[in-house]
T-cell receptor, first 117, second 111 residues
Framework: NAGVTQTPKFRILKIGQSMTLQCTQD?????MYWYRQDPGMGLKLIYY???????DKGEVPNGYNVSRSTTEDFPLRLELAAPSQTSVYFC????????????????FGDGTRLSIL | GENVEQHPSTLSVQEGDSAVIKCTYS??????FPWYKQELGKGPQLIID?????GEKKDQRIAVTLNKTAKHFSLHITETQPEDSAVYFC??????????FGSGTQLTVLP
């Protein structure tokens, strides 16, 4: 059981380039999330998805796009990389039905460290 | 929206001593409070969580307490060991049903 897998682990981009951060989970979780973590800061939610075909913005969505075509995969797209997007990106997943149900906590991948120069 | 403040930002303790990390939250509708441990180069891992209908929860050397009236919750680690050294994050799930994280505490356990 691999859990949440993120690729690549490291990447350096030039300003204006684009890339996709990959995230896949094998726990059949319905919820998936993308966070960014800046030095000395907590995690900020970028986008999340409550199921295939459904995505919604988090706290810091500008400059990013996501899609959720399958339960397992939740890629994050940077279209025009900017230095402010230098960060560590974490994908997470959880199983949530409703309050009081046997909901599962969020499980995180090991992150993608992205530098934009 | 929810705001979570975490203190201290760094904490050094002698091996065998206790460590306490405190968090406050702003959304009175928050009902779920997890704690995550993050080791260098890894993603956060859940170590303990508590729901709003419980005041305290314990798991071996780790305990979490919740004071809903004061809107604060704390992580207690007893008999600390070198492998407890890591960054610890608190979080709260508010009315938006998303987790809001504190800024983290770097815990160092000195041998």
């Amino acid at each position: 059981n691999a859990g949440v897998t993120q690729t690549p682990k490291f990447r350096i981009l030039k300003i204006g380039q684009s890339m996709t951060l990959q995230c896949t989970q094998d726990m059949n979780h319905n919820y998936m999330y993308w966070y960014r973590q800046d030095p000395g800061m907590g995690l900020k939610l970028i986008y999340y998805s409550v199921g295939a075909g459904i995505t919604d913005k988090g706290e810091v969505p500008n400059g990013y796009n996501v899609s959720r075509s399958t339960t397992e995969d939740f890629p994050l797209r940077l279209e025009l990389a900017a230095p402010s997007q230098t960060s560590v990106y974490f994908c997470a997943s959880s199983y949530w039905v409703r309050e009081g149900y046997s909901n599962q906590p969020q499980h995180f991948g090991d992150g993608t460290r992205l530098s934009i120069l | 929206g929810e705001n979570v403040e975490q203190h201290p930002s760094t904490l050094s303790v002698q091996e065998g001593d206790s460590a306490v990390i405190k968090c406050t939250y702003s959304d009175s509708a928050s009902n779920y409070f997890p704690w995550y441990k993050q080791e260098l180069g890894k993603g956060p891992q859940l170590i303990i969580d508590i729901r709003s209908n419980v005041g305290e929860k314990k798991d071996q050397r780790i305990a979490v307490t919740l004071n809903k009236t004061a809107k604060h919750f704390s992580l207690h680690i007893t008999e600390t060991q070198p492998e407890d050294s890591a960054v610890y994050f608190c979080a709260a799930r508010g009315s938006a049903r998303q987790l809001t994280f504190g800024s983290g505490t770097q815990l160092t356990v000195l041998p």
